[in-house]
């Protein structure tokens, strides 16, 4: 019995293999048609280090033209030449590093009781004369009505996972402000977020749930301010198109542009189109050798016009494995010294983790809450519930997810 079992189940999987003969005849084909695309993206970007240099000529003009036109992009503004490239400058003996990430376990009506947990990190990494790491994470659990209801529109609902994933974030930057006061008699900290400082996922939300979200979050960037630690915000791999649509911009005739009145459609080709496809990443890898930074640039994000005072900068950092986009506050970008600092640090902490911050590592690991984690979560739950007495059932779906069948 057990032989045939395990033969039945030889059986299913080989039936459920892929065709990789087929599959290998169309990754060849994909091939083929890629080599083309790697020579056009070249050319692509030789246009675009071009027009990076013509316009750092008169970045004033570009800067207004950004400033009056009207686009469904988002535009980087320009306070200074694009073409700019600040050396490494050299890093304090002494610095500490903060970091703080988090994750979670979605509540599931299949399980045993409405309820939703999340983890917190924290990451003390300090440098110099007396190094040291302090690691930890702390998990919260959630099921009051308070938490497990939100006001959206005037009307109370469950939290869902956008909602609890925006919870999250600001318990992060919570987080990040206790570690900051905690080490507020060390010199040279810096506080490193893993991704965007820009909650632009807050933008389609109604007012009552942007503000319960962003209030608080920026009074964290008060204190930060306040207490004079530059918060930092760290995207590897940016995806981000901010300068090169600066670029496409200035490539448009019209002296101001409104693309969605656009005179040019019926050209066989856009004048906007040459460098369209690139991002800032491809501009950059060849302009900033390692340890470099860029210009500074502004961000044109919607949500920052509730920002205030706070509203993010960013530039990129060229860490050697590769170039990455790093989210400042106003404040930050406006500060020679600090900014100073923040170069050194973050490409310092990049280094010492083999390219990604250091700290974000840590922290991350410290957070991160696996499938084998949820499931034993929930089994406590369970077995806390038997043992006090509770009638418990899970729906046969629930069941069936914890069991897999032959």
């Not at 019995?1 to 005849?25: D, G, W």
Request: net charge negative; glycine share 6%.
């Amino acid at each position: 019995m057990i032989y045939f079992v395990t033969h039945l189940k030889r059986v299913i999987f080989s039936l459920a293999v892929l065709n990789f003969h087929l599959v290998k005849s169309q990754i060849d084909t994909m091939l083929g048609e890629r080599k083309h695309f790697v020579d056009e993206f070249g050319e692509k970007i030789k246009r675009a280090q071009n027009e990076l240099h013509n316009k750092s000529q008169n970045w004033e003009e570009l800067s207004q033209k950004i400033e009056q036109s009207k686009t469904s992009w988002l535009l980087a503004g320009i306070s200074s030449a694009l073409d700019i490239r600040i050396p490494l400058p050299d890093r304090p003996a002494n610095y500490t590093a903060i970091s703080s990430d988090g994750s979670q376990i979605f509540p599931d009506r299949h399980e045993v009781l409405p309820c939703y947990l999340i983890n917190i990190s924290s990451v003390v990494l300090n440098y110099g004369d007396d190094g040291s790491a302090n690691l930890s994470s702390d998990p919260v659990l959630f099921f009051k009505d308070e938490d497990r209801f939100v006001i959206w529109e005037g009307k109370k609902i469950p939290a869902n996972s956008n909602i609890i994933s925006h919870k999250r974030t600001l318990m992060e930057f919570e987080r990040l402000l206790h570690l900051a006061s905690q080490n507020s008699d060390r010199e040279n900290i810096i506080s490193i977020s893993d991704g965007t400082l820009i909650l632009w996922s807050l933008e389609g939300s109604p007012p009552d749930f942007k503000n319960a979200i962003l209030e608080p979050f920026l009074n964290i960037m008060d204190e930060f301010k306040n207490r004079r630690v530059p918060i930092v915000g760290y995207i590897s791999y940016p995806g981000s198109t901010d300068v090169v649509n600066a670029l496409r911009l200035g490539l448009c005739p019209e002296k101001v542009s409104y693309c969605n009145q656009c005179p040019y459609t019926e050209l066989p080709e856009l004048p906007c189109s040459p460098i369209e496809g690139l991002t800032d990443r491809n501009l950059f890898s060849s302009l900033l050798k390692e340890g470099e930074m860029s210009s500074v640039f502004r961000s044109s994000s919607k949500i920052l016009e509730s920002y205030g005072d706070h509203h993010i900068y960013f530039f990129y950092l060229n860490i050697g494995q590769e170039i990455a986009r790093v989210e400042i506050p106003k404040w930050v970008a406006e500060d020679p010294d600090i900014l100073k600092l923040v170069h050194t640090l973050v490409y310092d902490q990049a280094k010492k983790g083999k390219g990604y911050p250091v700290a974000i590592s840590e922290s991350h690991e410290q957070a991160v809450v696996r499938g084998k984690d949820r499931n034993f979560f929930f089994d406590l739950v369970k077995e806390s519930m038997v043992k006090s007495d509770f009638n418990v059932s899970i729906s046969r779906k629930g069941i069936s997810k914890r069991v897999p069948g032959v």
